[in-house]
């Protein structure tokens, strides 16, 4: 089938990325040209057909057609191999749970993380190790290609309708891929109750918080509850409905998991632990009225009492446990705040497993 | 001189009045029934009973301007997601007009 695109044309390579800044075509930094042979070779691994119609992208409603979207992948320095889980990550992030509109225009400095899992994690070479949300070619460039996404066919401008006064630097591209190696636990789109093999899983949530857990296992749970019920956190002011996602180190799970802990316990613990006193947040919140009280918190705690002790969520299944990065040390994790009950929630979507030839 | 060829990456942006009908304007506001549908108000806005105050003012701006025959009010329970069916259709069957309030 005949691409549909137009078509434009420049002196070369350089030409088309200068340019490409110049038509808005890009966030600030530069981006491949999708070349008609290179977007043809993205449709022909996927085996869609170009015009079918994906969804609209929010916040301003652009028809996502596999062909626009093959051709930001491109734009995005991915291989056609990628493309597969770029469409199964923007189908999570279209799905209402994700509530895409309000994490792009909210003025919540939350992003969509996309987190891989799965065989598929070495299939395509995904850096799952050292400096896992920073380099890697799939990482980046999926990452990259659900921005571009989000920009050329959602529309998603700072100063326009993209509200967030701060952000954070995962705006450019946020993905990142489990350790299938060291994980003690099932990966993480097996807590969706996907039974394929590899996986998605997109959430909206703030740049991961890197926090020290150099002790045993007890400790390391305890410095978990602590740092995800941090006053400041979307989370405890909105814990009705709101979820967070949890980075673990592989030899930091490791350790916990050699305890005896399930990733069922670790929730339970957290949601038991990872509280605050009312009478301590009432402090550091804006205006709390205790004649209308915190809508956003589950119906069961007391407002009037300020010894009752408020839960970062309103449920342990609202808190999302992945295990990725290297093995250098044994004491890092890192906790990925979400938004709160207004949407990023995190939702799941098989992958299938590559063709050979790309 | 010109041969490097690229597909363009933009689509036509729908927007919402593109996918959305949108209903008749009203010529005039006296008699009629207005609606206020805002979104999550808390005290996040400084509100008190869910009401939020740009709202309060809008509602007696509007008063004091017209001869309103009534006034319904309701809040979003999310203030970033689009209202529940049940209460959309709530309002707009009381209401001859609807103010909505959006905040992400």
Known sequence: MALASRTHEFKDAWDFIELAFEKNWTDGLPVCPPTPERVQAMLDHAGRKPDEVVGLVPPQNGEA?????????????????YFPVVLAALDAMLDERFNLYGVETTTHANEPLTVVSGPIVKELGFNYADAVF????????IGRAIRLILWNLGGSYPNLNAKAPLSHPGRYTFCVAENIEENPWPPLHKDFGLTSESGVVVIGVEAPHGMLTLGDAQ??????????CRMG?????????GQGLLVIGPKVAQKVAAAGWTKSDIRTFLFDNARRRLGDLKRGFYNFDP??????????VDQQNDETRVPVVADPSDLHLAVAGGVAAHWFTAWCPGWGL???????????LPKKSA | MANFVVLDPTVDFKGLAKIANLAPKVDDLNGKVLGL??????????AANGRDPFFEAIKSTLEK??????VVWRTKPNLSRVAPKEMLEEIAAQADVVINGTCS
């Open chain 1, 233 to 241: 956190g979307n989370n405890i002011q909105y814990a009705n409905g």
């Open chain 2, 65 to 70: 301007r017209y001869k309103l025959k009534g």
């Open chain 1, 134 to 141: 920073g380099q890697g070619r799939p990482n980046a460039t």
């Open chain 1, 65 to 81: 057609t596999i062909e626009k979207l093959a051709i930001q992948c491109v734009m995005a320095g991915c291989k056609p191999s």
């Open chain 1, 219 to 228: 400790s390391t749970l305890y410095t978990w509850a602590d740092t995800i």
């Open chain 2, 37 to 46: 549908l805002n979104h999550h108000g808390s005290a996040v806005s400084g």
């Open chain 1, 291 to 300: 004649a209308v009280g915190n809508p956003g918190w589950p119906k069961w």
């Open chain 1, 342 to 352: 207004m949407g990023g929630m995190a939702v799941a979507r098989p992958v299938p």
